[in-house]
């Protein structure tokens, strides 16, 4: 099948990571796949939860939310007085994939922020904010680190998200809205740089779909999750090969 962008069955649309976009922040980085766009900014700050007091451990939380323009010609009205149960199920999402490579003994009694605000929907945002979510909160461990309020990092592994999908009977990588609107089945799947699985998102829109499928969706992927890492890498300035 023709894809609605010419992309191959296993390509990721095109991924652009830009650390410091916002220069306040701690961590900051403008999060573009295709016309999917996250800005993603993580907070350090000395307090926790009532449930991590006197504990030594620390705690990472996640906010999101999609701008009144992100969605085209329909206004997105803001949550004034009540978050959304989309919103809420996404940044449950992105909170507790980001705390599985994080060590909380040696974050220790302190909090890091990541908010994820979309400006542009176009399908993928909550992986698009796990993605960057994870290279935000990587630049604000660093530079609490070189401001000495860190000793040693407490980032275990790297961290990326994808979306897969069933459209037409084909396993697509990183389905755009058309894509995902009309998909059969989708699942978002996310894991670390070492290969764990953190969490499978997936749902048949229709019928069933068949454990072959399944894998076939699983190792697509994986290889896009490789992708994303080496793109988080080349944005914090490591070796995209390690």
């Known amino acids: 099948m023709i894809r609605i962008d010419n992309r191959k069955a296993d390509e990721l649309r095109p991924v652009t990571i830009t650390p410091g976009f916002i220069p306040s922040a701690d961590g900051s980085v403008l999060m573009e796949c295709g016309r999917t766009r996250v800005i993603c ?7 926790v939860p009532p449930f991590r007091l006197e504990t030594g451990l620390g705690w990472v939380h996640a906010e999101y939310g999609m701008l009144p323009g992100s969605t085209g010609r329909k206004r997105k009205p803001r949550p004034i007085l009540r978050q959304d ?7 449950r999402l992105i909170g507790r994939s980001l705390r599985s490579v994080v060590d909380m003994a040696l974050l220790g009694e302190r909090t890091i922020t990541v908010d994820c605000d979309v400006i542009e929907a176009d399908g993928g945002t909550r992986t698009a904010s796990v993605t960057g979510g994870f290279v935000a909160l990587a630049l604000a461990v660093r530079r609490h680190r070189k401001e ?29 809205y058309t894509e995902d609107s009309g998909a059969q089945a989708d699942l978002n799947l996310v894991m670390t740089g070492k290969g764990g699985v953190v969490e499978v998102q997936g749902t048949a829109e229709g019928g069933p779909f068949s454990r072959r499928q399944l894998d076939e969706l699983l190792a697509l992927g994986n290889k896009g999750i490789r992708e994303l890492i080496r793109a988080q890498k080349r944005a914090l300035g490591e070796d995209p090969g390690r």
């Not at 149960?85 to 940044?91: H, V």
């Not at 994808?162 to 084909?170: E, P």
């Open 41 to 47: 900014t993580a907070t350090l700050e000395d307090k």
């Open 85 to 91: 149960g989309r919103a809420a199920e996404i940044q």
């Open 148 to 176: 000495g309020d860190l000793s040693d990092s407490p980032l275990l592994d790297h961290l990326a998200a994808v979306s897969v999908g069933l459209v037409q009977n084909k396993a697509l990588l990183d389905l755009c």
